[in-house]
């Protein structure tokens, strides 16, 4: 059987381009559609439109996160340049303050103070722009493969239990059609014994008889609710083949629910209101797993 995917999982990639290197974390929870939220280092804002289009791609539901962390590695001493001016004014001041009896400044003091040393902004290429922005793509859709990797590992945990609700719903299905067998029986019975009680002389009893417990059997008649309920285990079977299933398998459930509790409301037995009650609560159960497939 081909696995269903959940809605929950985490992936990370990582990359590096020329002076940058970065992280990616991808993250998913359960959501009833595809819900997409990026964070990402500034300056790089065509990235979110990368992001949403590469989780598009990659997933049909569930609210997903994703950050990317970025660095520009430091370009280091040889980068730095002295500021002639501002050198030239702290020496003015310092060569005064020396006529006065200062101590001379030394090289390096000089070169301490605040504005004689700079580093300067390098100013990137389009170019190299373009293909660290590139190369960071390429990264959120690496994480994207592992999350998927996560929410498909979730699916196959997920498909056994999701199975063995449908195949209990099932059983009871079948043990409420063998049940449904036998409420005309029961309602004849029942309605017999009530009017021979109240009315035990009254002429043409036997005909009345009949004719009001074939009315009541009628209206007790579950056959069509568990014709639906088998039909509806076929579709769910079918739908856990074809992922993703899981906006179809929620529908699926409220189809159950109406046929369950219309089964409840008809059932004229305390064995077939038993049954139906567990039904719905094995699809109440069942509803609950759908919730975290994709």
């Given at each position: 059987?081909?696995?269903?995917?959940?809605?929950?999982?985490?992936?990370?990639?990582?990359?590096?381009?020329?002076?940058?290197?970065?992280?990616?974390?991808?993250?998913?929870?359960?959501?009833?559609n595809l819900e997409v939220r990026f964070r990402g280092p500034p300056?790089?804002?065509?990235?979110?439109?990368?992001?949403?289009?590469?989780?598009?791609?990659?997933?049909?539901?569930?609210?997903?996160?994703?950050?990317?962390?970025?660095?520009?590695?430091?370009?280091?001493?040889?980068?730095?340049?002295?500021?002639?001016?501002?050198?030239?004014?702290y020496l003015a001041l310092a060569n005064r303050l020396a006529e006065?009896?200062?101590?001379?400044?030394?090289?390096?003091?000089?070169?301490?103070?605040?504005?004689?040393?700079?580093?300067?902004?390098?100013?990137?290429?389009?170019?190299?722009?373009?293909?660290?922005?590139?190369?960071?793509?390429?990264?959120?859709?690496?994480?994207?493969?592992?999350?998927?990797?996560?929410?498909?590992?979730?699916?196959?945990?997920?498909?056994?239990?999701?199975?063995?609700?449908?195949?209990?719903?099932?059983?009871?299905?079948?043990?409420?059609?063998?049940?449904?067998?036998?409420?005309?029986?029961?309602?004849?019975?029942?309605?017999?014994?009530?009017?021979?009680?109240?009315a035990p002389d009254a002429p043409g009893l036997q005909d009345r008889?009949?004719?009001?417990?074939?009315?009541?059997?009628?209206?007790?008649?579950?056959?069509?609710?568990?014709?639906?309920?088998?039909?509806?285990?076929?579709?769910?079977?079918?739908?856990?083949?074809?992922?993703?299933?899981?906006?179809?398998?929620?529908?699926?459930?409220?189809?159950?629910?109406?046929?369950?509790?219309?089964?409840?409301?008809?059932?004229?037995?305390?064995?077939?209101?038993?049954?139906?009650?567990?039904?719905?609560?094995?699809?109440?159960?069942?509803?609950?797993?759908?919730?975290?497939?994709?």
């Open positions: 059987m081909t696995s269903i995917s959940g809605m929950t999982g985490f992936g990370r990639a990582e990359g590096a381009e020329g002076a940058w290197t970065w992280s990616v974390e991808a993250r998913s929870v359960n959501g009833r300056g790089f804002d065509s990235l979110e439109r990368a992001a949403k289009a590469s989780a598009q791609r990659h997933f049909s539901r569930g609210q997903v996160t994703v950050g990317v962390q970025a660095k520009r590695a430091d370009p280091g001493a040889a980068a730095l340049k002295v500021n002639d001016d501002i050198l030239a004014r006065e009896g200062a101590t001379p400044p030394s090289a390096d003091g000089l070169l301490a103070l605040r504005g004689v040393l700079e580093a300067p902004e390098e100013e990137e290429a389009p170019e190299a722009r373009a293909a660290v922005e590139a190369a960071m793509a390429v990264s959120i859709d690496a994480a994207f493969d592992a999350l998927k990797v996560s929410r498909d590992r979730e699916g196959a945990q997920l498909l056994p239990v999701i199975a063995d609700f449908v195949g209990r719903i099932e059983t009871l299905v079948a043990a409420a059609g063998t049940e449904a067998a036998a409420q005309v029986e029961a309602i004849r019975d029942r309605f017999t014994r009530r009017m021979t009680e109240l008889i009949f004719l009001e417990a074939a009315a009541l059997a009628t209206k007790a008649d579950v056959r069509e609710e568990l014709d639906r309920l088998t039909a509806h285990l076929a579709s769910a079977r079918t739908l856990l083949q074809q992922p993703p299933a899981g906006r179809k398998l929620d529908f699926l459930m409220q189809e159950f629910m109406r046929e369950a509790n219309t089964l409840c409301s008809k059932s004229a037995t305390t064995a077939l209101t038993g049954i139906g009650l567990e039904l719905k609560a094995v699809i109440e159960q069942l509803r609950e797993q759908v919730q975290n497939v994709e």
